[in-house]
T-cell receptor, first 112, second 116 residues
Framework: AQSVTQLGSHVSVSEGALVLLRCNYSSSVPPYLFWYVQYPNQGLQLLLK??????LVKGINGFEAEFKKSETSFHLTKPSAHMSDAAEYFC??????????FGTGTSLTVIP | EAGVAQSPRYKIIEKRQSVAFWCNPI?????LYWYQQILGQGPKLLIQ????????DSQLPKDRFSAERLKGVDSTLKIQPAKLEDSAVYLC??????????????FGPGTRLTVL
């Protein structure tokens, strides 16, 4: 079975500060991991994905995530927050069958 | 490339009424998903189609929810009768079929359902 836990339902950072959104996964098979972003009244947009190649994954809009098997983590980071980064972020895990299991989401607020 | 289309974008109904949502996936995508996203929660898979066959509907409340994808392209999700707890955003997603691995899913804008 697969599941993810996102620590922190709300995160606030100042503009220009480091963004760190946490995701821990549980999987009985080698996982595929994804981060999605959701802006108000929109669907989910893929930020990046881990598919067992490089452990450091770079995505769109300057985001990246590092897969750490020993910690069962896949935290999302961005060196410098921008006002446009304010959104809801979801971590998801998939095993076989292409079924995704999403976390409960983290709402990111960027303070000017 | 056109994205996943959904309609309507918003729907308000009274409990015990019926409602239907429509989804048109990205052209050529064999796999289609319906998710329910309750406010403050992550999306929860309701049903997954591969072409016009059901792959997984284990979390679909079959006493009131039904879905079909008759020609393996667009799909409809129906709720009859609706309950207050069905108020949520219903997301449709599609993904291509590749030879191996897990494929990212592409999401539509969703339909926001309010049941009064």
């Amino acid at each position: 079975a697969q599941s993810v836990t996102q620590l922190g339902s709300h995160v606030s950072v100042s503009e220009g500060a480091l963004v760190l959104l946490r995701c821990n996964y549980s999987s009985s098979v080698p996982p595929y991991l994804f981060w999605y972003v959701q802006y108000p009244n929109q669907g989910l947009q893929l930020l990046l994905k881990y598919t067992s190649a490089a452990t450091l994954v770079k995505g769109i809009n300057g985001f990246e995530a590092e897969f750490k098997k020993s910690e069962t983590s896949f935290h999302l980071t961005k060196p410098s927050a921008h006002m446009s980064d304010a959104a809801e972020y979801f971590c998801a895990v998939s095993g076989t069958g292409n079924q995704f299991y999403f976390g409960t989401g983290t709402s990111l607020t960027v303070i000017p | 490339e056109a994205g996943v289309a959904q309609s309507p974008r918003y729907k308000i109904i009274e409990k015990r009424q019926s409602v239907a949502f429509w989804c048109n996936p990205i052209s050529g995508h064999a796999t289609l998903y319906w998710y329910q996203q309750i406010l403050g929660q992550g999306p929860k898979l309701l049903i997954q189609f591969q072409n016009n066959g059901v792959v997984d509907d284990s979390q679909l409340p079959k006493d009131r929810f039904s879905a079909e994808r008759l020609k393996g392209v667009d799909s409809t999700l129906k709720i009859q009768p609706a309950k207050l707890e069905d108020s949520a955003v219903y997301l449709c997603a599609s993904s291509p079929t590749r030879l191996a691995g897990v494929n990212e899913q592409f999401f539509g804008p969703g339909t926001r359902l309010t049941v009064l």
